[in-house]
């Protein structure tokens, strides 16, 4: 715990020097250094894309540079960072909706998701409770992976991640609510299905 | 209220925190003792391990060019760069000079000028700084760093906040963050100078027990006094 919060405080100093000092390129390197991968792992779980999601991880990190002086402390930097990170994502999924759109006009496309249909029923009979939560969260709308994917693996809480997305806590709250019961349902699919048989 | 009945509502609400490992050792006690006797909440908890299983082991790090730090560091150069020509451009058109052609006739006139300007600037720090090094001795320096820490220990709370001359007096936009034993901590950048604050813990205002001094905020109770004295870079 005394080492997370040493990180914060490190991670406070370097924004601020930054703010102070925009030509010095070590501090940046060094606070670029500490987000490369978190930030990899959300882009990429938004995008599905590397090149879209390194694009992203740099965008982010040019605004946090830019925008240093604005950093006030008031929240943790890693919450500052992924509000960022998430404006970015919106931006992303906002150009490629009215690429797709553009796209649909001109030409119909074909549909190509009926052909591994049965691959996956295959596949469901064997799998583990994992996996087979992993499939279920992979349908869900983003807004539940994202709060999932922020609570359970980068580690936010339901405040942090409220100021992130911009919505109250409550909102969150509810949006988790939301996908733990569809989850759960799941779950207990697979938990019990043993039991029942 | 039957007691049984509101802790487990509670309980449940606590499960993702318990395996998140940042209850109080109190809560932590709770939801154990709750646990022993509760399927419900049992068959709860092993669904939130799975869940968290499921959500870390499908999140590989995923690969990233070996150089997209070179990248960006890259960019930001060059943004430094339009950004200083953007500022001299600006500059000059402030001075009735437009368009690139100009510049190049008015340096020498623009040397000079910003030359002056930079020897007037030079004499005045000069003069400001001994000002403020003969002042330094007599100021009492409770912190030198920008970067202040507050903390307050209350291991019951549920929600504490900073509030204080520096932001304004607002509830709630400073919120304080919950670490092991109780202890709210919040850090805050701070210009140097003198700043009233206090805590509110669960709706009530508290004066800081640690506050280096205190005054009366004319409501009845003291104010935690904090002087930020300049950083010396």
Known sequence: MEGG??????????????????SDQDIFKELYQLYESRLAVFFNNRTKKQEASEDLIQETMIIVWEKAHRFNGRSKPSTWIFGIAYRKSLEWYRKQERERRLNHKLTRTSKSKDKDKDGVEQK???????????????????KYQLVVELFFYHDFSYREIAHIVGYSERTVKQWMHDA?????????????????E | MNREKLDH????????????GTLTEQEHERVEAHLAGCEACRNELEFLQDLQAAVTTMTEIPTVSPNLLERTADRIRERNRVVQEKFWKRWLASLGVDGDTVVVRLRVRTAIAIAGIALVFFGLGLFLGQQLLSDRSVEDQVATSKEILFAYHTPQAEAVYLVGSFNGWQVEVTPMERGREGIWTVTVALEPG???YMFIVDGEWVTDPNAPRTADSGFGVKNGIINVAGSEM
Not at chain 1, 124 to 135: M, Y
């Open chain 1, 180 to 196: 733990k019961e569809i989850l759960r349902e799941k779950w207990f699919e697979m938990r019990f299905r043993g039991d029942r």
């Open chain 2, 194 to 196: 003198r700043y009233e």
């Open chain 2, 9 to 20: 509502q509670g309980i449940i609400e606590l499960l993702s925190l318990y395996i998140k």
């Open chain 1, 124 to 142: 469901l009979i064997q799998e583990g409770i994992q996996e087979a939560i992993q499939r279920a969260l992979a349908q869900l709308p983003d």
């Open chain 1, 5 to 22: 919060e040493m990180a914060f405080d490190r991670e406070s100093k370097l924004i601020h020097e930054i703010a102070n000092n925009k």
